[in-house]
């Protein structure tokens, strides 16, 4: 029997037509997706997460991306990064697990 | 590159605040057409204000309205074809497609080339027939009914469930959430397009258009996708992006297959949220009027059309870049009236050359709010270009609510854009100001902010409340006082006119509608047309009990507590921009005569005109309630009295205040030197200059940009890098 892997653990990558288009400064930037139009903006943590998601990485490791960067415990990093796991399955911006 | 001149006619310049896709088809041939170019712009009257835009047409010419049938057309277009001679005619309305289609050939026999669907195939996909057509061929489109007797509306409404749309038979459509507004939008839908209403089921879900443009032999040439973002309050889309849906493509294609079309073709299509499934809702036989998007992105469709126009089997253009944006502004201008009157007079004008914005740079940076033209055009828009062009005024500092105000696109207008916070509910008034006062300090810490000018009637109070705390971190705004507002507010002149203290003007009898009785009252009282207004904002023209009653509801519904039933007064409106100082002296004013008004009321068309009478009573109104900076009075001359009645006083600009640049009497320049106490400047130019030139606004796309929004999400500001 098949059962659904968590954000956890899964491989989490962007679709293949989600295009990241950094912001002026280069801290943030957003996500847009070429074909329904639908745009998600990313402050710097944000941003941090998703170019790591343009090849494919798990939550862990994304959580390790933020501690690494930013002065925040580990619990806080995760949860972050899995809310906007969720939103970005919200916006249909993942590939399937 | 082509050495002999083109030469093309398009139609399609009116429409105001809803522009018709003359001005962008033109823009678009223009923007990327390689050779000599010549555009005769062909308009119904004078007032097709997209006609008039510094550099598209080169010409406009007047042609008979479509009712008087395909001779009066034909004969209008060689007589034009005479003077001004046309290689190819790009009819650019639903109407009026039809109608040269007819007369294809005969306008091929004088040389004049079209490309258009044979009269029968556009009869076919029109609103009223679409559904039948998607019915025979299996195509997707939501349930749709054709109702001509407009007393069977209620029956098939209440059969349909609500919300519904209410679409007319041309144009227009309405959402409904019950019978009662069903029934008001279905009787001026259907005044003002005959035919009765079509019913439609409303869908709930994205909006996707197609453009696209088909060879004679129904052959797809060219397509771009493009989907809304974002939908002002009467569903148009005002920022939209191109995008690559495969599936829709897909599905255009086969569509097109089945219209058997040739020449320019719009379908749109709404994706719903609950399945998935697009759905088509219409199929225009014309470019939709943001097909300059197609220019942004690198795929101009107009530009392609008139090549395969003129040379079949022209090169397709390459694909559209995806992710492209517009985002739907305005542009003002000022047209000589002498240029209006040989239109009217002789059929035929040349079209004016740009009179480019005065640029200066002085030391006082101003922050203005009220920048967007995604519902109504906003003042700030207009004042921004006033202050470009005055000395004093160096960094202008655009203040906007939502990534969707279309000012944030302005580089022209703006130095910067930062974003303020909204919160209107009146339980966190002090918590909104404070949020406010503490970004306006920062912007200020950051960019150096002299002068703030709050645009929109609903922040006023807020920005008065602030203002000594602003003045207190170095930040100057001239506004009137809460009790100055109150004594000219419609109630206040209500009353001054109950004790005669208005002097040569009048106010219309007022009732207040606190309940259904009241409107009852009101209602025997003034006859229809009648008009309910709120308190603030907001006004309805109402011609029967029943319409009364919804859009008593109606304001009800959206929180208005205290609603006023007005006599309409018939003749011509007019309109006084002024500004006082802080003593509350006039010190300048610009009073002007409305020409077009748009739908819901707004001027888009005016000219100055001399009020003596009107100002100095206004002069000693304001002075008596000691009001401070800007006001718009709104006026309207009785066509039977001649007397002027005052209607509303507004404590901001008018939208049009813009046109006070082009006229030499710069009203924000003045605002923004009474805030920092400086003593105004004199106009240099006599009255007569002023009446000399019409002020005209027309709507128009603007690159838009996805990082932009963004960006000022995530950092609260975009800068353009003038600095």
């Known amino acids: 029997m098949m059962t659904p892997r968590s954000s956890k653990s899964a491989s989490l990558r962007l679709r293949s037509r989600i295009r990241l288009e950094p912001d002026a400064e280069g801290e943030g930037g957003m996500l847009f997706d070429t074909q329904t139009a639908m745009i998600c903006a990313c402050n710097s943590s944000a941003w ?9 990485n798990d939550a862990d490791r994304l959580t390790g991306l933020i501690t690494g960067a930013y002065e925040v415990n580990q619990t806080t990093a995760r949860k972050d990064v899995l809310s906007l796991v969720k939103e970005l399955r919200t916006l249909d911006m993942l590939e399937p697990d | 590159m082509r050495t002999s001149t083109t030469r093309v006619a398009i139609t399609g310049f009116a429409g105001l605040d809803n522009p018709e896709p003359g001005l962008a088809t033109a823009r678009a041939i223009r923007g990327h057409w390689s050779g000599p170019l010549e555009i005769e712009g062909l308009v119904y009257d004078p007032w097709a204000t997209g006609g008039w835009t510094p550099g598209v047409a080169d010409r406009l010419h007047l042609i008979p309205p479509i009712a008087h049938g395909d001779a009066a057309a034909l004969n209008r277009i060689q007589a034009i074809h005479q003077q001004h001679p046309i290689d190819a005619l790009i009819p650019c309305l639903d109407l009026e497609v039809p109608l040269y289609s007819r007369l294809a050939g005969r306008l091929a026999r004088e040389g004049i080339k079209t490309l258009l669907a ?3 195939d556009i009869a076919a996909v029109t609103k009223v027939n679409l559904h039948g057509f998607c019915y025979s061929h299996d195509i997707l489109t939501p349930h749709t009914v054709h109702v001509r007797d407009l007393s069977a509306v209620a029956v098939h409404a209440d059969h349909f469930g609500y919300p519904l749309w209410i679409k007319g038979t041309v144009a227009g459509a309405k959402k409904v959430i019950n019978r009662e507004q069903a029934l008001f939008e279905a009787e001026s839908l259907a005044a003002r397009w005959g035919g009765g ?6 869908v709930e879900g994205s909006e996707h258009v197609v453009a696209m443009v088909a060879r004679a032999d129904g052959r797809c040439l060219a397509m771009t996708t493009m989907r809304k973002i974002g939908l002002n ?12 849906d495969p599936g829709l493509n897909r599905l255009a ?5 089945k219209l058997h079309w040739r020449g320019p073709l719009e379908l749109e299509f709404v994706r719903s949220h609950a399945s998935g499934r697009l759905y088509l809702l219409e199929v225009n036989c014309r470019f939709p009027s943001w097909i300059f998007l197609t220019e942004f992105a690198k795929a101009n469709l107009p530009a392609a059309l008139l090549r395969e126009i003129l040379a079949p089997g022209a090169r397709a253009p390459r694909p559209a870049r995806v992710g492209v944006m517009y985002a739907r502004d305005v542009q003002e201008i000022s047209v000589p009236a002498a240029s209006i009157t040989s239109l009217k007079r002789s059929g035929s004008a040349l079209v004016p050359a740009s ?13 203005i709010t009220g920048i967007s033209a995604f519902e109504l055009t906003q003042p700030g828009l207009g004042m921004a270009r006033c202050l470009r062009a005055a000395p004093e005024i160096g960094r202008i500092i655009g203040l906007a609510y939502t990534p969707n105000d279309t000012g944030m696109f302005r580089r022209d207008l703006f130095d910067i854009c930062c974003r303020i916070p909204i919160d209107t509910t009146p339980e966190k008034e002090t918590a909104g100001d404070g949020r406010m006062l503490e970004q306006l300090v920062a912007i200020r810490k950051k960019h150096g902010m002299d002068v703030v000018i709050p645009n929109l009637d609903l922040e006023i109070d807020r920005f008065h409340r602030i203002a000594a705390e602003l003045e207190a971190e170095g930040i100057r705004t001239l506004l009137p006082t809460p009790a100055a507002r109150r004594k000219l507010s419609k109630i206040g002149l209500s009353r001054l006119s109950g004790q005669h203290a208005l002097g040569v003007l009048e106010f219309p009898e007022t009732i207040a509608v606190r309940n259904r009785r009241d409107l009852a009252l009101a209602y025997k009282r003034f006859g229809t047309p009648m008009i309910l207004k709120g308190v603030d904002a907001r006004a309805a023209r109402v011609y029967s009990a029943e319409q009364a009653e919804v859009v008593w509801s109606r304001f009800k519904e959206d929180g208005e507590t205290t609603i006023l039933a007005q006599p309409v007064v018939f003749g011509e409106e007019f309109g006084v921009g002024l500004v006082c100082d802080r003593a509350g002296r006039l010190i300048d004013s610009i009073p002007l005569k409305k020409l077009v008004m748009c739908e819901r009321g707004k001027t888009w068309s005016a000219i100055s005109t001399p009020l003596p009478m009107v100002v100095d009573q206004l002069a000693e109104l304001m002075a008596k309630v000691g009001w401070q900076g800007p006001a718009d009075v709104e006026l309207i001359r009785d066509s039977i009295t001649e007397r002027m009645s005052l209607i509303e006083i507004n404590p901001r600009f008018p939208a049009w205040i813009g046109y006070a640049e082009m006229i030499d009497r710069n009203l924000p320049r003045q605002l923004v030197l009474a805030a920092l106490d400086r003593p105004p400047v004199l106009s ?7 009446q000399d030139f019409v002020f005209m606004r027309t709507a128009e796309e603007v690159p838009a940009s996805a990082v932009s929004m963004a960006t000022l999400i995530n950092r609260g500001e975009i800068g353009y890098g003038k600095d």
């Open chain 2, 684 to 690: 240099t130019t006599d009255g007569h200059h002023h």
């Open chain 2, 197 to 202: 209403v079509l019913l439609q089921e409303a």
């Open chain 2, 118 to 120: 044979p009269a029968e």
């Open chain 2, 355 to 367: 009179m480019p914005i005065r640029c200066h740079r002085g030391g006082i940076a101003v922050g």
């Open chain 2, 253 to 257: 294609l086969e569509i097109l297959e």
């Open chain 2, 233 to 244: 309050a009467r569903g148009k889309g005002v920022i939209g992006s191109t995008i690559d």
């Open chain 1, 48 to 56: 941090t997460i998703v170019s790591a998601m343009r090849k494919g």
